[in-house]
């Protein structure tokens, strides 16, 4: 079973969902596992649009039920180190940041996501499960290893993130 490894962070408008993963990998093969619409089909979903900072792209949620598309802004592409995305649907705006770090050795991944809404406060325990699987299908995708199953994060892994919102 996975360990959750979330960390949930005060912030001035809200709080700040912070996943972290560490991959014996280049920072720019990541950095293409990360952006390349041919492969982020392997953990998240392919993209459609024009890349650059302050274009509008299209995503597909393969992984999610119906394999939804939505609309993501790219606020920031500073290859081969930021990425920040946004997203606005029903229930609010959704920010995300991508920030890789190259220690020498590996690349880190810290993927950030800034939860502002009222909804998102009180869905920790579910939004967290959530991107600690896609940091491993992530993973997954990057080492050639075998995806790992919903089913084992959530609900599993939503008692901690309920005491960590707390």
């Known amino acids: 079973m996975p360990v959750p490894t979330g960390e949930v962070l005060p912030t001035s408008d809200g709080r700040d969902l912070v996943i972290t993963r560490s991959l014996g990998l280049p920072i720019e093969e990541v950095w293409a596992r990360l952006t390349d619409p041919h492969l982020t089909v392997a953990w998240y979903g392919t993209w459609e649009g024009d890349a650059g900072t302050g274009n509008t792209i299209r995503v597909q949620m393969r992984f999610e039920e119906g394999e939804p598309w939505t609309g993501m802004n790219i606020d920031d592409c500073t290859p081969p180190i930021h990425l920040g995305l946004s997203a606005t649907d029903q229930i609010g705006v959704w920010q995300l940041e991508v920030t ?54 959530y609900p599993a892994m939503a008692g901690y993130y309920e005491k960590r919102a707390s």
Not at 100 to 126: C, F, K, M, N, W
Not at 128 to 139: H, I, L, R, S, T
């Open 100 to 153: 890789l770090l190259d220690t020498g050795a590996a690349t880190e991944v810290r993927l950030v996501h800034h939860l502002t809404s009222e909804y998102q406060l009180t869905e920790i325990p579910q939004i967290g499960p959530g991107w600690e699987y896609y940091a491993d299908m992530f993973v997954a995708a990057c080492t050639h290893t075998e995806r790992p199953d919903f089913a084992d994060y």
